[in-house]
């Protein structure tokens, strides 16, 4: 992990600010002051880093990334050995080529719980973490482009994935511009890429996501 850059304003180290739905880990290293949470919805011209003063500024997204990776790597840690856990992935392994080639996920070797899509095990003592991490609330997805809208078939397909996906949740797909997917329910942490990356992919069109938690 590289350092943190300095403050540019007063010198002292910087903290990488995370935007979005935190997940459990995420929130265990805001509480050892290794990241900022910033909240759900990502400004355009959203600063990289913060600092003990909340001076704020970016740097490039790769440096900044690696930071945000390395304050959440191992959390949370094990309840039984206080070791450092990584995720264990039942399904969409696929989307995750980057997390398993650097050891921060490994695939399941036994099918996990219905509709459960990944958990977390310990690497020291293997004990897998039971599955809390659902979050109840609404995600929007709202398309980029204002005059994009869907047609019936592309819209069947959504349904189709995300009952697949979410079968624990309600969705409503508004295919009139400006297109809209509301979700609402429990989705497990780690859900919302593979989500926003289907529904991208079938409506040929960039989206927003917006997350409220419950
Ligand atoms: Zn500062
Ligand atoms: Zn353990």
Known sequence: MSAAPACVACGHPGIPILYGLPTPEAWQAHREGLIEVAGCFRPDEAPHWTCEQR???????????????????????????GGHTRDLLYTLAEHYQRELADGRAEVATKPGPAGIHRARICRACRTVLPLSRMSKGVVRLIAEDPSVSLGPDQADRIQAWLGELVPTTTYHIRREPPVEITITGHIAWGLQPPILEQVEAVAECRFQVEATAH
């Open 55 to 81: 001076h704020t500024w970016s740097t490039n997204e790769a440096q900044w990334d690696a930071a945000l990776d390395g304050a959440v790597e191992g959390r949370p840690y094990c309840p039984v050995c």
